[in-house]
């Protein structure tokens, strides 16, 4: 017998709109220091609750506390401090270029500096990222030369890349950052198969994949996930959650999950949630899931509970789909003033200090655009040579193209 009851299509909405007051009630915080830290070989059964709370180290006055905190030295976290304050800068500088017509796209980092930055500190030489275009902080923390991203962002005579990435999409053999791919979530299945060749080669390194919240709608990452349950590959599976992809809200791609990181249970990986903002404790999750990976523990998931202040590039205007005070209302504040605060807690720092700090780093940063900009920018300068893109796709040019690039006349 058929109803009389028509069916309905269900559509995920944000809780507010542009012009609504921002509410962040639905992020359950818990305090700092109360979610547990399980041994590095505990079965995942035995932390199934981690991947529905968020671990934090930093309380809010400025003090490490809890199982998770304890693991980084006072001039490790300065570093990190510099690190962050350096990717803000040059973030900075990079949107200043882009609407001055020097390069024709930027992606800022604005409140997420502490994921990439910290987790870069838990890896060693050799391990590989596959990253999203926002994690630009694994170069910075990894002691890549800003002068090269630069370049790479102006597509100059000097761009390593040779002008056939788009800005911002680096790639680093040498400092463990794999080609950044426009096509999203491809580099979630990549970081899973190069774990896995490491493995199969008994070679020591691991992997790192990066992923954002509204990519994990891709089928790509429900692959990866599959094959890294399967073989247990030694790789760190993230999710940024930074609460919005662009123009669309995270719940979309989350769906009735409840969190990004529940998706993993499902393939019986460990699955944690941390705050992302929290510079300490993406340090400690990160370095406990590497320590997993090469213990052949197999991979873990981590959730970053962050959110994306600026746009989510210089062609996007976020005001059309969210309340403009609402990165002022996310709940786990700035990562940086979040730092600092703690480093001056523990006496290591000051208000005079981190002034001065920002202007030299300021300094640094303005030298090393100088320095880019001789080489030429987007619309002035010196440019890669057209004969660079006949290059680096076969080991032996095939004749049509040796015709072509002699028609060009290059």
Known sequence: MSTSEHLSLHVPEPAVRPGDTPDF????????????????????????????????????????????????????????LRHMMTLRAFDARMLIAQRQGKTSFYMQHLGEEAVSCAFRKALVDGDMNFPTYRQAGLLIAGGYSMVDMMCQIYSNARDPLKGRQLPVMYSSREHGFFTISGNLATQFVQAVGWAMASAIRNDTRIAAAWIGDGSTAESDFHAALVFASTYKAPVVLNVVNNQWAISTFQGIARGGSGTFAA?????????????????????????????????????????????????????????????????????????????????????????????????????????????????????????????????????????????QRQQAGV
Not at 54 to 80: F, H, Q, S, Y
């Open 25 to 80: 009630s639905t992020v359950k915080i818990p305090k700092a220091g109360a979610v547990p830290r399980p041994e590095v070989d505990a079965d995942p059964e035995q932390m199934r609750d981690l991947a529905f709370s968020i671990i934090r180290v930093l309380n809010r006055n400025g003090e490490a506390v809890g199982p998770w905190a304890g693991a980084l030295t006072d001039d490790e976290l300065l570093d990190g």
């Open 263 to 403: 998706r993993g249970l499902g393939f019986g990986i460990p699955s944690l949630r941390v705050d992302g903002n929290d510079y300490l404790a993406v340090h400690a999750v990160a370095k406990w899931a590497a320590e997993r990976a090469r213990r052949n523990l197999g991979p873990t998931l981590i959730e970053y509970v962050t959110y994306r202040v600026g746009a989510h590039s210089t062609s996007d205007d976020p005001s059309a789909y969210r309340p403009k005070a609402e990165s002022t209302a996310w709940p786990l504040g700035d990562p940086v003033i979040r730092l600092k605060n703690h480093l001056i807690t523990r006496g290591v720092w000051s208000e005079d200090r981190h002034k001065q700090t920002e202007a030299e780093i300021l300094d640094t940063v303005i030298a090393a655009q100088k320095e880019a900009e001789s080489h030429g920018t987007l619309h002035a300068g010196a440019k890669p040579s057209a004969r660079d893109m006949f290059d680096g796709v076969f080991a032996e040019m095939p004749a049509h193209l040796r015709r």
